[in-house]
Structure formats: C-alpha cells, structure tokens
T-cell receptor
Framework: GQQLNQSPQSMFIQEGEDVSMNCTSS?????WLWYKQDPGEGPVLLIA?????ELTSNGRLTAQFGITRKDSFLNISASIPSDVGIYFC????????????FGKGTSLLVTP | NAGVMQNPRHLVRRRGQEARLRCSPM?????VYWYRQLPEEGLKFMVY????????ESGMPKERFSAEFPKEGPSILRIQQVVRGDSAAYFC?????????????FGQGTRLTVV
C-alpha cells in the first residue's frame, strides 16, 4: 500500500541544534509534502516538493525529494522553542490525486 | 481573507447522540475535504465534496457517518449514534480548484470526545 513511515517517532533536542527527520514509503510518490501541527491546531504546510531530487528551503527548513521517489527528508537548522510540534510527511493517494496519505508524525521537543 | 473555519472546536457527546461538525471553506474555495486524526496517528482521508456533490467518500465508514456541502452554508460532517471509537480530531481542508487536495488549507479541527 501507500503507507508512509516516519522516523524518528520523537526527538528531544536543545535549542540551537539541527534536526533531521525522514519519511519513507514502499510506493512511489510524485509529490511530497511536509506539514507541522502545533498542539490543538490543524496541520500547516511547510514545504511542497514536486520533482525527484528537488531540494527546497523555507527559512531554516530544508526538504528534499528522494531520487527514488520513495523517500524525503526534512532538516531544521538552529532549532528554536517555537519549532516544537509534530511534523508530518504526506503524499497524494495514487488512486485519487486529491486525497493525502499522512505518516504518523515525528514529535519534536526543544528545550531552551 | 479568513482561513478554513471549523466549529465547534471541541464537542462532547454521550454515546448514542449525534455529532454535527461544521466547516466553512476559505473564500473562493468550492472543494472541501474531511480528515480524521486518531490519537498518536496521522490524518486519514474521509470524504471529498464539491458544492452539492459528494465526489469521493471512500474513506468514510459506511454506517452512521454522512457529509454534505450544500449550495449555501458550510459543509457538515454528521455522525449518528456516536460510539467511544469516534473520539478523534476531525479536520476540514479546502482548495480552490478541482482535485487540488495537495494545495488544500486545513482548519483548526473539531475535537470530538464521546463519553
């Protein structure tokens, strides 16, 4: 199926550290999306990747679309306390381009 | 330009009652998607609607759940005879163009608790 596996499940880091998390699938995706969800809120799109090999940045965030189209990673540089939240990868369902499949998320905690 | 508005933010229902969740899409958006998030899980697609039409309800349980998006007014996700397993966060997303679920914006969600 089109399951998305995220790792690590959770991370506990100090402010200023860099963070890396990834997402893998046994299926090919043509689009990779990274979302952040703050506690009690809905997911907010951080970065969208549309092309294999693409490397895209959004401020301190950088994401890459894997060459095999079966993986993606998200890096956060110089983390700050407001980076706390759950980060989800997502990709469109192959049967319907509009429905998104989500991973289970990576929970990030940042201590000052 | 207001974002996707969902209400209520929190809803408590006793087993057997009905839950009605409302979603007003962003201005100019005529495509609505509902997702459910169980604790410690990612979001799962439930249903995709356009004005007055259900396009895809493949992710919705066959019984007790229904959705509508009338010509006027918000989209409604209705859960009849709720059970404890329905406790979850329900998110609505909207997009301006057909099928652009990847470009959708999410609301803040309705957290349903069934007691």
């Amino acid at each position: 199926g089109q399951q998305l596996n995220q790792s690590p499940q959770s991370m506990f880091i100090q402010e200023g550290e860099d963070v890396s998390m990834n997402c893998t699938s046994s299926s090919i995706f043509n689009t990779w999306l990274w979302y952040k969800q703050d506690p009690g809120e809905g997911p907010v799109l951080l970065i969208a990747l549309y092309k294999a090999g693409e490397l895209t940045s959004n401020g301190r965030l950088t994401a890459q679309f894997g060459i095999t189209r079966k993986d993606s990673f998200l890096n956060i540089s110089a983390s700050i306390p407001s980076d706390v939240g759950i980060y989800f990868c997502a990709g469109p369902n192959s049967n319907s381009g509009y429905a998104l499949n989500f991973g289970k998320g990576t929970s990030l905690l940042v201590t000052p | 330009n207001a974002g996707v508005m969902q209400n209520p933010r929190h809803l408590v229902r006793r087993r057997g009652q009905e839950a009605r969740l409302r979603c007003s899409p962003m201005k100019g958006h005529s495509h609505v998607y509902w997702y459910r998030q169980l604790p410690e899980e990612g979001l799962k697609f439930m249903v995709y609607l356009q004005k007055e039409n259900i396009i895809d309800e493949s992710g919705m349980p066959k019984e007790r759940f229904s959705a509508e998006f009338p010509k006027e007014g918000p989209s409604i996700l209705r859960i009849q005879q709720v059970v404890r397993g329905d406790s979850a966060a329900y998110f609505c997303a909207s997009s301006p163009l057909v099928g652009q679920g990847t470009e959708a914006f999410f609301g803040q969600g309705t957290r349903l608790t069934v007691v």
